[in-house]
């Protein structure tokens, strides 16, 4: 799972599992371009804008040459905190604003990565897309997780579980050009959540606990490196076990 020479960009590179996904793919040998909507990251990119997409591409292009893999990373995970309005949680009454928000982002974003990707890709003749997804684009939720009288929202499941259809789209549609695509499924990882939560969560996952951020890491590696090459438009699962009951 060797990635010397190839150039990788990720989006949301900033964010908690940015970070970790980074420094798996350098440890691996790969040349990283994070980027991410904030001033910290390495190349600013927002994944709503397709301008901004299309010149930060461009930029990577000019200096290395080539865009090997797309890792489509960056993605809002609605939250509600226990002082907020709880019954806005609820589904039957989730803003309208807070819906378009997500599918801006999780969908639309996810898709405009992947257009630009795929135009600089066809020219190359070979490229790898790889789309970051969450148990809850392939199971519902089990709401008793979460705290009394809230619910994680609609809009997660929706725009992730479209993340696996994008994989499928984009692996059908450009297989024989040398561009493949894969979804990467991830259940929760544990940074800061509380004991009741996690409590919880590891009664309803069959190796009782949340994923550790360095076990997402070597995944997205395999996925990234030629270790995959006979996979395109798969889903590979890494929940410790959630789905599979
Ligand atoms: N953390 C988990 O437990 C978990 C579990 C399953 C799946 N995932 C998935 O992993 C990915 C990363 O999640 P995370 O936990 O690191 O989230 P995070 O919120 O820590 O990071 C997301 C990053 O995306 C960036 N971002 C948001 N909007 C953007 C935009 N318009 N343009 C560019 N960047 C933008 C943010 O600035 C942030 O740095 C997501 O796709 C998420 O759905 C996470």
Do not use: C
Not at 126 to 145: A, E, H, L
Request: glycine share 12%; hydrophobic share 40%.
């Amino acid at each position: 799972m060797n990635l010397s020479k190839k150039i990788v960009v990720i989006t949301g590179g900033s964010g908690f599992l940015g970070e970790y996904f980074t420094k798996a793919l350098q440890e691996a040998g790969a040349t990283v371009i994070a980027t991410d909507r904030s001033g910290g990251a390495e190349i600013q990119l927002d994944v709503t804008s397709k301008a901004s997409i299309s010149s930060a591409f461009d930029a990577v292009i000019a200096k290395h040459g080539k865009i090997d893999v797309v890792v489509n990373n960056a993605a809002i995970d609605p939250k509600f905190d226990a002082s907020a309005d709880k019954n806005a949680a609820l589904f039957e009454n989730y803003p309208e604003e807070l819906l378009k928000k997500s599918l801006d982002v999780n969908l639309l974003g996810y898709t405009l990565i992947a257009q630009e990707a795929v135009k600089r890709m066809l020219v190359q003749k070979s490229g790898n897309i790889i789309n970051v997804s969450s148990i809850y684009g392939i199971v519902g939720p089990d709401q008793g997780i979460y705290p009394e009288g809230t619910q994680k929202p609609v809009d997660y499941f929706i725009t992730k579980g479209g993340v696996v259809m994008l994989t499928k789209f984009l692996a059908t549609t450009y297989g024989s050009k040398g561009i493949r695509a894969n979804t990467l499924t991830l259940g929760g990882v544990f940074k800061d959540h509380g004991k009741e939560f996690t409590d919880k969560y590891g009664a309803r996952t069959p190796l009782g606990r949340m994923a550790n951020p360095e076990e997402v890491g070597g995944p997205l590696v395999f996925l990234a490196s030629d270790a995959s090459s006979y996979m395109t438009g798969a889903n590979l699962i890494v929940d410790g076990g959630w789905t599979a009951w």
